[in-house]
């Protein structure tokens, strides 16, 4: 005969994992349901520099980023050729910001930390070493951007970007749920407030200030221009 006090014991471990399961499966209807974020891009691009240090800033400088999943993803316009030799539309200083902020991207997985750092090198790309010097963690950047891994992430990025379908055409290359936004990008805000589909919206969605925001005209660095390869 089964005793009590091993009846209430079963029934407290059957509540426990009805209600591990059901905060799971919440957190991951939230998770489907952020707006997938994703932008391609290069250091020393200034229009990528605009967009991150500007555009971007808008998602955490306001409560947008609580449906927003934000990818970075550093190559851009860069080429890698049959023996894995990177080379930058902008030569060889935008290959090491490049693969500095792949090892910040690594070293802070959340997106709110990563972009932080990354929004510091591309407001002076001359004082990145600042930014390093400033972060938490910057023996764990030196070590990733001073070593192979560097490398590894970059042409990790590098086989991202190439395999976008259809394939980017110019710098910021800005995606919505995989969907490229082209001469969209600009107006950002409205765009992932548009795209979301959850409950959870945001306040900076409901404002009256996205309607009459103006747009200015698009300005992007393409595939094949300017080409150091």
């Given at each position: 005969m089964v005793s009590s006090s091993s009846t209430k014991f079963v029934l407290f471990l059957a509540c426990l994992f009805m209600f591990t399961f059901s905060n799971n499966l919440v957190a991951a209807e939230e998770s489907d349901d952020k707006v997938k974020l994703n932008?391609?891009?290069?250091?020393?691009?200034?229009?990528?520099?605009?967009?991150?240090?500007?555009d971007l800033g808008k998602i955490f400088d306001t409560d947008l980023y609580t449906i927003t999943d934000l990818k970075l993803f550093p190559f851009g316009n860069a080429h890698v050729s049959t023996n894995l030799t990177i080379t930058c539309q902008h030569g060889e200083e935008e290959c090491k910001l490049n693969a500095l902020e792949a090892c910040a991207i690594r070293t802070w997985p959340n997106p709110k930390l990563h972009y932080k750092f990354i929004q510091c090198v591309e407001k002076d790309t001359n004082k990145w070493e600042t930014c390093v010097k400033r972060s938490r963690y910057e023996k764990a950047i030196k070590d990733c951007y001073n070593g192979d891994l560097s490398k590894k992430l970059i042409l990790e990025y590098a086989k991202q970007t190439m395999s976008l379908k259809p394939?980017?055409?110019?710098?910021?290359?800005?995606?919505?749920?995989?969907?490229?936004?082209?001469?969209?990008?600009?107006?950002?805000?409205?765009?992932?407030?548009?795209?979301?589909?959850?409950?959870?919206?945001?306040?900076?969605c409901n404002s009256s200030t996205l309607s009459k925001r103006k747009v200015s005209k698009l300005q992007v660095s393409y595939v094949d221009e300017a080409k150091n390869y």
């Open positions: 932008l391609y891009y290069e250091s020393l691009c200034p229009y990528c520099q605009n967009f991150i240090v500007n394939k980017h055409e110019y710098v910021p290359w800005v995606t919505l749920n995989g969907k490229p936004l082209y001469d969209n990008y600009d107006n950002l805000v409205e765009q992932i407030c548009k795209v979301y589909k959850g409950k959870a919206i945001p306040k900076i």
